[in-house]
């Protein structure tokens, strides 16, 4: 990591030559053949050292603006640590301390912390199916987290919650900080860091410049089918619902290594980064994705897996110490403070799962040029 002071958040996006950011150009350009030959729309940024290594959009312009599905996750995590940093909750808070509602059925007992760390025993709160259909409605989504039932005993093991992550969270910072989700969140960090192409549910003013979702297999056509409907890119669904450039979440990650460097500007402390990328799983295997997951508070974590895994979203050269968040196998953003290496990769493919690999070849083309 640089030891000098960061000058801000990245406002000019011109590459600068890669061997001047020590990357060795003939292996970057393996990277972006591997974007363009998907085909599809697409937008990559890649940050060294708080500059511009590569800024490319691929059948759209830099400003269009990408469903993260999943690697929105992170913006709704933050916002509760930044709350914790603040003192207004602590990680170890029983939720229902802060939402009475929330603890009934089994989980009375369940803490912040959990829930951060996909403990708290409700990865759905029906089912995918059933919490999908009310995921627009704020209030519907909330009272059926309510009546759900944990499937494990807080805390016992992990397992992903898909789009309870968001409304338990969500709930819990509108309780806690005295406003919606989306305003909360815009006045903590995306205001601050002037992250103006970052939202949780898209405005109508914005929607000229989203991009639509698309899919191979039936499964994902069904998907597809339901994020391209203007009412859900419009609600607010802080799992799987927010919309971005990969500039802006390039930024989002640079901050987050800039709070960590001596005489950097921060909003949040060093400490909470700390606490947020800290390792909570690892080699266990995700009770509800099947698979080994290195989870952090808030975060996937890179690295090898203890038991080994499948694909490596972040790439299989990737660091114990990155830390980011797949989206769907869609999109994907993360942050390596090893290698003081930012990676912003949107795309409007969701792939079916046999071909879920791609993200983690652009991730290891990019992390064989900086070495």
Wanted: proline residues 8%; hydrophobic residues 40%; charged residues 25%.
């Amino acid at each position: 990591m640089p030891t000098a002071p960061r000058s801000g958040p990245t406002t000019d996006w011109t590459e600068l030559p890669p061997r001047e950011l020590g990357a060795d150009p003939s292996t970057l350009s393996r990277a972006l053949d591997l974007v363009h030959a998907r085909g599809g729309r697409a937008q990559l940024c890649v940050l060294r050292e708080g500059r511009v290594l590569l800024d490319r959009s691929v059948g759209c312009g830099p400003d269009a603006l990408f469903c993260l599905f999943s690697a929105g996750k992170p913006f709704v995590a933050l916002l509760v640590h930044l709350l914790a940093q603040r003192g207004d909750l602590s990680l170890d808070d029983r939720v229902a301390e802060h939402w009475p509602e929330f603890g009934r059925w089994g989980k009375e007992d369940v803490t912040v912390r959990q829930v951060l760390r996909h403990r708290s025993g409700v990865p759905v709160a029906r089912s995918v199916a059933g919490d999908a259909l009310v995921m627009r409605h704020w209030g519907l989504a909330v009272r059926e987290v309510e009546r759900a039932r944990p499937r494990w005993p807080p805390g016992q093991v992990p397992a992903y919650h898909i789009l309870t992550y968001g409304v338990i969270l969500g709930e819990l910072a509108r309780r806690v900080g005295g406003a919606p989700v989306h305003a909360l969140l815009r006045e903590a960090f995306l205001d601050p860091l002037g992250l103006r192409d970052v939202h949780l549910g898209l405005s109508r003013r914005l929607w000229p410049r989203h991009v639509p979702v698309r899919a191979t297999d039936p499964a994902g056509r069904v998907t597809a089918g339901l994020f391209n409907r203007r009412s859900t890119r419009e609600a607010v669904i802080p799992s799987a619902n927010v919309s971005a450039t990969a500039r802006d979440l390039a930024r989002f990650y640079q901050a987050l290594l800039d709070a960590r460097a001596p005489g950097g500007a921060r909003i949040l402390e060093p400490s909470t980064v700390e606490e947020a990328t800290r390792p909570s799983s690892d080699g266990e295997i995700d009770r509800f994705l099947g698979v080994p997951i290195r989870w952090a508070q808030g975060f996937q974590l890179g690295g090898p897996v203890a038991g080994g895994a499948r694909s490596r979203p972040m790439g299989g050269r990737s660091s114990p110490r990155a830390f980011g968040h797949n989206g769907s196998n869609c999109c994907i953003a993360w942050a390596d403070p090893s290698r003081d290496l930012v990676f912003a990769y949107l795309t409007d493919l969701l792939p079916p799962r046999r071909a879920a690999g791609h993200l983690g070849e652009v991730a290891d083309a990019v992390l064989a040029a900086c070495r």
